[in-house]
């Protein structure tokens, strides 16, 4: 029998997950029609090449075997993500490409409404059962403050303290935050003790940076290198930093900050950060929090099918991409 994952549990529940999705914007009232229009179309615009909308659905089943009550999670999973992705493009001034037709204003709007007021009026919905509500609403404002602090060290993008632990706190709060905010938010949900809802927060944080290194990788190798160009302090950089040799480390700074405007310079930068001493250490953490997260599954058990899936779910998240001599150069 083939093992179910991640992407089958979305494939099952798409159509509730779709119809959930409407019925949180129904929540915004008939008087604020433009509003709703415009939140429609960002969540419309802004789609997401892995559906993890569902982890909220499979950490609920891992507690009681079922997926279905916990859908208005994976709407308020959704609503946060698509608002923290298009604060994260206006702020890198990115422009609006991904909003369709919606000018910069109405983009900004938009996403302030689904981040916040649409996600709060869902957990405090009928839908959700009165006894968890004000903890949902308290995970939400937490996870905001926690993931924009992780966002602004990113923005200030200075490398002179650039180590793996400092990178790796903020990634802890910039995608780990949100992560454990909606595992602890199913756990809560689904009348978990206390003491399960903080390992399923622990780890979603865990999961939450390495979905941040997955996607570090993935932006270099699609040849976007948004990272590099907004001058991002990533854990690549802060391990080129640490394994580099004596009185290094100034150099590899400079290249970095040059690179956000010189072709050559981001080629210099490719050959440090993708040498294999580099990949070697970044491996060894990846797998390090990997194997982090896979004890924190242990630790909790539960319905054996679901939690199969979260485990999957992990290892897919933890590959290794990058590979020595791969470029930092747009593909063309």
Known sequence: MTAMSYVD??????AEIEAEREAALGLLGPSAPSVRAAVARLLENRTFKYPLSVLPL???????????????????????WTSACCLDDLADSQGTD?????????????????????????????RVPEPVRDALRDEIVRCWVNATEGQLRDLLGATAGTTPDAVAVAYLRKSGAPFGMITAMAAQWAN?????????????????????????????????????????????????????????????????????????ARADLARIL?????????????????????????????????????????DQTSRMLLHPRASLEPTL
């Open 9 to 14: 549990v979305y494939r099952r529940m798409a």
């Open 58 to 80: 499979i950490v609920h089943a891992v507690e009681t075997g079922m997926l279905e009550p916990a859908l208005p999670l994976a709407i308020v999973h959704e609503l946060w």
């Open 98 to 126: 991904a909003a369709g037709d919606l000018r910069r204003g109405d983009v900004l709007l938009a996403t302030v409404i689904a981040g916040v007021p649409l996600p709060l009026l869902v957990v405090q919905s009928g």
């Open 192 to 264: 978990a003790a206390a003491s399960r809802v903080a390992l399923w927060r622990e780890f979603g944080e865990l999961f939450g940076v390495l979905w941040q290194l997955l996607n570090d990788q993935e932006d270099i190798l699609s040849g976007r290198n948004e990272d590099i160009l907004n001058g991002t302090a990533t854990y690549l950089l802060a391990c080129a930093l640490d394994e580099g040799a004596p009185g290094s480390a100034e150099h590899l700074r400079a290249l970095h900050r040059a690179a956000q405007d010189s072709a050559p």
């Open 274 to 314: 993708l040498a294999p001493k580099v990949l070697h250490r970044y491996q060894r953490d990846i797998d390090e929090f990997r194997d982090r997260a896979r004890r924190v599954l242990d630790a909790l058990g539960g319905t054996r099918a679901y939690l199969c899936v979260v485990r999957d779910l992990v």
